[in-house]
């Protein structure tokens, strides 16, 4: 334990932590703020949020179709508020910026008119505008929240196979029921696919019919773009703890090499057995980062989206939703995004100390260290995104539901074993 803390504090030495805290502070004021701060406080998703909360409030986990008049209702106040305010817009603080008489517009209805126009003059673009930002708290994105809700929860009862673009991030969605007909209609759709898709498909047809089959999943009130802004996020996060994980442990071999540390350590077996130590310590260090990540900024991010709200939620909307390939709870994903983020830096941290006893300099370092945290980055990206739900990068192009977990669990695998080899290797070198 004595080595193991000695090397701990060779790692955690006060330039290495200076400079993860400068780009700690640096991401903090960019990418990871944005969603922690501007998506879910200064944009439409604080009303969409208000009002998923809402309906868990009234009707519970799900909404059934006798709970639907509630919706209506709600959606007709919300129109009627929009018609108030179109009404009264040239007696608002806002007319100076552009009025709803330039366009002869007075009701909700002829405004939703306008925006279905594609060759919109700039007067019209201002009108268009008005009640789609802060200054009517986004009223066209809440109408359209119910009205979305009301629109493709009636697909579901209908069977239908739905081909719609979210209100909040113009994404294709299918699903289908179990119903026969409906199925053959959308095999016959992708009969057009290329043979080595088909398994694919077939995979994602069953899958579209369980979700179907479920009312649990069917009539799930869940805000849709939760889980896509908790990949977003995982994403910022996991670059975040990648660079700090860098930064922290490739110099530590390097420096004992300048030191001259390692012809003191060579001429003994425990000498060389100190590399052991040093392993246990930079998998420590590479798992605590993304911990204390998580538990400051995860803490926050669970707050500023309103967790305990959905905690529970199936991870899957009745409004429309990305279509996961299992069934899971919205806490049970954000737990396996922090696992993944985990597992990723743990990764980072375990293959920069087996590329740092290679480099004799802070130069060769920077080379291997440098192409090294570039590929974590790029496949971090294409495994969280999205993680496993249907848009996911890795499991479209294998056509294998969970390559995401799998994924990471090879690339952990891969980096002890290499360890394991060298460490076996550095042990054995007396007895050649």
């Known amino acids: 334990m004595r080595i193991f803390l000695h090397e701990l504090r060779k790692i955690l030495r006060p330039v290495p932590l200076l400079v993860s805290m400068l780009v700690l502070f640096l991401f903090q004021r960019t990418s990871i703020l944005y969603y922690l701060r501007t998506l879910p406080v200064q944009s439409e998703n604080a009303c969409a949020l208000e009002i998923y909360a809402g309906w868990r409030e009234a009707y519970g986990p799900t909404l059934e179709p006798e709970e639907l008049p509630g ?66 708290n986004f009223l066209h994105f809440r109408i359209a929240t119910v009205q979305n809700m009301l629109e493709n929860y009636d697909f579901e009862r209908t069977g239908d196979l739905l081909s719609a673009t979210a209100a909040t991030d113009s994404a294709q969605y299918a699903q289908i029921d179990a119903d026969p007909d409906t199925v053959a209609a959308v095999q016959e759709s992708l009969s057009q696919q290329s043979p080595a898709q088909a398994p694919a498909n077939n995979r994602a047809i069953r899958r579209c019919t369980e979700i179907a089959d479920d009312p649990s999943m069917t009539h799930s009130i869940f805000y849709n773009f939760l889980a896509t802004s908790a990949s977003q996020f995982a994403i910022q996060l996991t670059l975040v703890s990648l660079l700090t ?188």
């Open 71 to 136: 919706l209506e209702n709600q959606l007709a106040a919300l129109i009627a508020e929009a018609n108030e305010t179109i009404a009264h817009w040239d007696e608002s603080i806002w007319a100076q910026y552009g009025s709803f008489s330039d366009e002869g517009i007075t009701n909700y209805a002829e405004y939703a008119a306008l925006l279905e126009q594609t060759n919109r003059n700039n007067t019209q673009n201002d009108v268009a505008a008005l009640l789609l930002d802060s200054r009517t």
């Open 245 to 432: 994980v860098s930064l922290l442990t490739s110099p530590l071999l390097v420096q004992e090499r300048l030191a001259r540390m390692r012809q003191e350590q060579w001429p003994t077996r425990t000498g060389r057995g100190v590399l052991r130590y040093q392993l246990a310590a930079v998998l420590t260090v590479s798992a605590a980062v993304p911990v204390l990540l998580l538990a400051v900024f995860g803490t926050w991010y669970c707050m500023a989206w309103r967790t305990d709200v959905f905690w529970d939620a199936v991870a899957y909307s009745a409004g429309g939703s990305p279509i996961p390939w299992f069934t899971f709870t919205y806490g049970q994903y954000l737990l396996m995004l922090a696992a993944a983020v985990i597992g990723l830096s743990v990764t980072a941290g375990g293959l920069m100390f087996f590329l740092a006893r290679f480099s004799g300099n802070y130069i060769a370092m920077l080379l291997k260290a440098l192409p090294m945290f570039l590929a974590l980055a790029y496949l971090s990206e294409k495994t969280l995104s999205d993680m496993l739900y249907f848009r996911n990068y890795l499991s479209d192009t294998t056509g294998l539901p969970g390559t995401e977990p799998l994924t990471l669990l090879l690339l952990l695998a891969g980096m002890l074993t290499l360890n394991g080899i060298a460490l076996k290797r550095e042990l054995s070198r007396e007895l050649l």
